[in-house]
């Protein structure tokens, strides 16, 4: 393979806006020159359906155009969310301070002034390419720890308890149905809230939160640890760059409108994690799904909008299919039908329901090695990766023939 070269990388993808070709053929000539991947348009709503379609690294952009001018080009951008943080640089014979105020304002970057000087053109454009790059890999490496953190929380979850984990999947399930039928803006953080909701329940005894999810009698101790799980989730992620919002929801999950002056999302979000709860302790506790959303809708404490949300609504489940495994031949995805015990039946290492990860499947050996755990378990198998296994294996592949 030839080595890349400075000349073979491109060194930027621009967007050029001018109703006047001559303009527009000599800005792109002088672009190309320097290697610059250049498309050019004459009017601003072509420019933007461009851009949604390929987004550009940069922006050059004329004020003075019919139907739509630059200034609206801007500022139709920069609401957009998949274009918002592309850099605009305004090209205009307009020159008056007041006419570059507005172009800072609508959401430019920059400004130059026509006619023209190639030398300051390029020099702008490689400055704000420079910085945007800067910008973008800020962005995926902020992203990359945000997404590590986050795993590695949820496998402690699963690491310390599979009931947990289970009931974490259900409520953002519920919270996904409501974001997709509500269209709302950056759904991630309401799922991330619901898939982290019970993440304080994690210091509580298996009891007590099997006891207060189940609607049995709490003592005031009980009830007093129960209560502050949020309030720990809070401060767990508030600590987490970016999860400031998702902590917030979090914490007020069990007094969603006691602040009228707390943000919408906020809001909002928490508005939904209490009736995710809500519903979710009924199914819990055996009420029909729809059945219990009726008892909800009738107790006149929940947002008529979140209930029409989850009308029709039925969880997916997967089809699975049981059967026994040695402990060698467990992977990541199958779920526990048996609990997994002792050589000598004395210890359950594992418990029924728990879905096994990376993590689980390493503790299985440790164990095998020093205490010993018994031969075969019994597992629920996705249907797909079961047929996948069989048509490499054979039934072999399962240890033995379905149970």
Not at 103 to 113: K, L, M, N, W
Not at 195 to 219: H, I, N, Q, W
Not at 383 to 399: E, N, Q, V
Request: with cysteine; glycine share 6%; hydrophobic share 40%.
């Amino acid at each position: 393979m030839p080595p890349i070269t400075e000349q073979s990388v491109p060194r930027g993808n621009i967007i050029v806006v001018d109703d006047n070709p001559t303009n527009l053929e000599l800005l792109e000539e002088m672009l190309r020159h320097r290697d610059y991947t250049v498309r050019s348009l004459t009017a601003g709503k072509a420019a933007l359906a461009a851009a949604l379609q390929e987004p550009p690294d940069l922006f050059l952009l004329d004020i003075n155009m019919p139907e739509m001018n630059g200034y609206e080009v801007c500022e139709r951008l920069k609401s957009m969310p998949s274009l918002s943080g592309i850099p605009v640089i305004f090209i205009s014979a307009l020159d008056a301070t007041e006419d570059k105020v507005k172009g800072f304002r609508s959401g430019g970057v920059d400004y130059i002034s026509k006619p023209i000087q190639f030398e300051e053109v390029q020099a702008r454009v490689e400055t704000h390419l420079k910085l945007r790059r800067a910008q973008q890999a800020e962005h995926d490496l902020l992203e990359k720890t945000l997404s590590g953190a986050v795993g590695t929380l949820w496998e402690l979850v699963e690491l310390t308890s599979p009931a947990l984990a289970v009931r974490s999947r259900a409520l953002r399930d519920i919270v996904l149905r409501m974001t997709k039928q509500m269209v709302v803006a950056d759904p991630w953080q309401y799922e991330l809230a619901a898939r982290l909701c019970l993440v304080g329940c994690m210091a509580l005894p298996e009891e007590v939160f099997e006891k207060a999810y189940s609607g049995g009698d709490l003592t005031p101790d009980e009830d007093r640890m129960f209560c502050a799980h949020p309030e720990s989730a809070a401060q767990l992620l508030s600590n987490i760059p970016r999860l400031e919002i998702v902590a917030e929801m979090i914490r007020r999950q069990q007094r969603p409108d006691s602040e009228p002056s707390v943000a919408e999302q906020i809001s909002q979000g928490a508005c939904m994690l209490h009736l995710a709860l809500e519903l979710d302790q009924k199914v819990y506790r055996g009420i029909a799904l729809q059945s219990a959303i009726a008892q909800l809708r009738m107790s006149n404490r929940f947002d008529p909008h979140l209930l029409d949300a989850l009308k029709d609504y039925f969880p997916e489940r997967a089809e699975f299919e049981v059967h026994r495994l040695p402990i060698r031949k467990l992977h990541t995805g199958m779920v526990l039908n048996e609990d997994i015990l002792s050589q000598d039946g004395n210890l359950i290492i594992l418990r029924e329901g728990t879905v096994l990860t990376r993590t689980w499947i390493e503790r299985l050996g440790n164990f095998e090695t020093v205490r010993g755990v018994q031969e075969m378990a019994s597992v629920r198998v996705p249907k797909l990766a079961a047929l996948s296994m069989a048509a490499d294996g054979g039934r072999a592949a399962f240890g033995g023939r379905p149970a």
